[in-house]
């Protein structure tokens, strides 16, 4: 069984350095039921390939008395499809192969890590149930994957066998590797009905520790569980319940006591970031973390704006706005305007250069803490546009809505809320370390005490 992952990132290098093993070796790696075998087969300086072979040992899988295809007949445990197709025993040989490189650890180029990269995966066999094509397509394709597929028939020599239920699958994405890994850690398992494993709470961990970043917003996310899970539904629901503890319920819902005649707080909200945005006369804007939207509609009526992306790591967030936007009814002109794109803010990604401005409306108090210095430079170094304007909740506020319990935030979602000293500090020194200035300006009503309920900073490129 053969997996490739290639990469023409410059310096293909890189991918030696993130994967831990030098393209001039060939490395072995002994597993239980067999061996796995990693080489490069081509490293130039155009395209890296990095290639994984996994030698299944049919009698160690018997010995094992692994849980297999076929089983049912006395020779099914010998002959079957276990060693020419990637299968649950894929995802062992990825985690033993990468590990360090699947959990995110690069000692020596740590800025690698997180860096989106152009990677193809070609798996030679990919065996996929009843509705073979739709279902790869289904699971690789929300998390931003070009799918192309061969499906291959029974028997050549016999045509009216018809086809078999194995395909050749090539996938491209530009994400970063460790993502990338995760995402073939749990899919392939998920694809494949004969599963070497038996399900157990250890079972349910691994899943959830690989998938916790992309699977809650994953639109097959209960047929991925299922899948994995070998379908026991008592494991399925506490996967589920597990994920959903943590997932990030994405809306601005704002208490009421925030809405006054001028709208609800976050229509005041985005009237105001329209306004600045149109003052500073960009053409060109990103709406960086979009949600279903609600700021892409109202640029939209505003010819200044020629261009509008919208970012989202939110795949179903994505849909939804294409839903709002009535996308599919909508005029070419108006469609040739937008773009949609699903990206995490925390990784470089080239598609967000060259723009004249970005918004980031109640989007920065969703990431952890930890992970802003990676934001920042994701977009104050790299991206660059020449004005961002970013709000955040002030934090002093939420005493004066009575429905909101002492020292909660407003969002479950919300990893902190700053105050305003808060806020304007962490600004400050962000605009000075990459050359921006910073103005503020407060959003909703006024109250002398503890401010507005929310809060606007307002940066400017070299000036
Ligand atoms: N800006 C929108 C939505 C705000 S809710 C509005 O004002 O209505 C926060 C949004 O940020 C969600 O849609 C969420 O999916 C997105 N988000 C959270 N973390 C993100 C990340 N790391 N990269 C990109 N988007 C992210």
């Known amino acids: 069984m053969l997996l490739t992952i290639s990469t023409t990132h410059q310096p293909t290098t890189d991918l030696g350095f993130l994967l831990h093993k030098h393209p001039d070796k060939l490395q072995s790696i002994e597993l239980s039921m067999g061996k796995v075998q990693i080489f490069y087969p081509e490293a130039s300086k155009a395209k890296t390939t990095v290639a994984l072979v996994l030698d299944i040992d049919p009698i160690a899988l018997v010995r094992g008395n692994r849980n297999l295809a076929g089983k049912s007949f006395a020779l099914g445990q010998y002959v079957n499809d276990r060693p020419?197709?990637?299968?649950?025993?894929?995802?062992?040989?990825?985690?033993?192969?990468?590990?360090?490189?699947?959990?995110?650890?690069?000692?020596?180029?740590?800025?690698?890590?997180?860096?989106?990269?152009?990677?193809?995966?070609?798996?030679?066999?990919?065996?996929?149930?009843?509705?073979?094509?739709?279902?790869?397509?289904?699971?690789?394709?929300?998390?931003?994957?070009?799918?192309?597929?061969?499906?291959?028939?029974?028997?050549?020599?016999?045509?009216?066998?018809?086809?078999?239920?194995?395909?050749?699958?090539?996938?491209?994405?530009?994400?970063?590797?460790?993502?990338?890994?995760?995402?073939?850690?749990?899919?392939?398992?998920?694809?494949?009905?004969?599963?070497?494993?038996?399900?157990?709470?250890?079972?349910?961990?691994?899943l959830l520790a690989k998938g916790k970043s992309w699977l809650p917003n994953h639109p097959e996310k209960e047929q991925?569980?299922?899948?994995?899970?070998?379908?026991?539904?008592?494991?399925?629901?506490?996967?589920?319940?597990?994920?959903?503890?943590?997932?990030?319920?994405?809306?601005?819902?704002?208490?009421?006591?925030?809405?006054?005649?001028?709208?609800?707080?976050?229509?005041?909200?985005?009237?105001?970031?329209?306004?600045?945005?149109?003052?500073?006369?960009?053409?060109?804007?990103?709406?960086?973390?979009?949600?279903?939207?609600?700021?892409?509609?109202?640029?939209?009526?505003?010819?200044?704006?020629?261009?509008?992306?919208?970012?989202d790591?939110?795949?179903?967030?994505?849909?939804?706005?294409?839903?709002?936007?009535?996308?599919?009814?909508?005029?070419?002109r108006q469609k040739a305007r937008i773009e949609l794109l699903q990206g995490a803010l925390t990784y470089q990604d080239k598609r967000l250069s060259g723009f004249d401005a970005a918004a980031l409306v109640e989007v920065i108090e969703h990431l952890d803490e930890n992970r802003l210095p990676a934001f920042e430079r994701v977009i104050f170094e790299f991206a660059q546009p020449k004005t961002i304007i970013l709000t955040t909740p002030n934090a002093e506020y939420n005493v004066?809505?009575?429905?909101?319990?002492?020292?909660?935030?407003?969002?479950?979602?919300?990893?902190?809320?700053?105050?305003?000293?808060?806020?304007?500090?962490?600004?400050?020194?962000?605009?000075?370390?990459?050359n921006y200035t910073v103005s503020f300006l407060p959003i909703g009503e006024f109250d002398a005490e503890v401010g507005a309920p929310s809060q606007m900073a307002i940066f400017n490129y070299g000036n």
Request: net charge positive; with cysteine; charged share 25%.
């Open 313 to 332: 790591v939110a795949y179903s967030e994505l849909l939804k706005c294409k839903e709002r936007l009535h996308w599919e009814e909508m005029a070419p």
């Open 84 to 206: 020419y197709v990637a299968s649950s025993f894929m995802s062992v040989a990825i985690a033993k192969a990468f590990s360090t490189a699947m959990n995110g650890h690069c000692k020596k180029r740590p800025d690698l890590v997180s860096l989106a990269l152009p990677l193809e995966v070609n798996i030679s066999v990919l065996p996929a149930p009843k509705g073979g094509e739709i279902l790869i397509r289904k699971l690789f394709e929300p998390l931003g994957y070009e799918v192309n597929l061969e499906r291959h028939v029974l028997d050549e020599e016999f045509p009216a066998w018809g086809e078999s239920r194995y395909f050749t699958v090539s996938l491209k994405n530009t994400i970063p590797l460790h993502l990338l890994l995760s995402h073939l850690y749990v899919l392939i398992p998920a694809l494949d009905n004969d599963k070497h494993y038996y399900v157990s709470q250890n079972e349910i961990d691994k």
């Open 224 to 311: 991925i569980i299922s899948r994995y899970l070998i379908h026991l539904s008592a494991f399925t629901k506490q996967a589920l319940m597990r994920l959903n503890e943590d997932e990030t319920k994405e809306e601005v819902e704002e208490p009421v006591a925030a809405t006054s005649k001028k709208g609800t707080l976050h229509q005041q909200r985005l009237a105001l970031v329209v306004e600045q945005l149109k003052a500073t006369g960009a053409k060109s804007v990103l709406d960086l973390g979009c949600g279903e939207g609600k700021l892409i509609r109202r640029l939209l009526k505003h010819k200044q704006f020629e261009k509008i992306v919208g970012m």
């Open 400 to 434: 004066r809505f009575e429905q909101l319990k002492a020292n909660t935030m407003r969002h479950r979602d919300h990893r902190f809320e700053w105050t305003r000293k808060g806020f304007e500090t962490w600004a400050t020194n962000l605009a000075k370390k990459y």
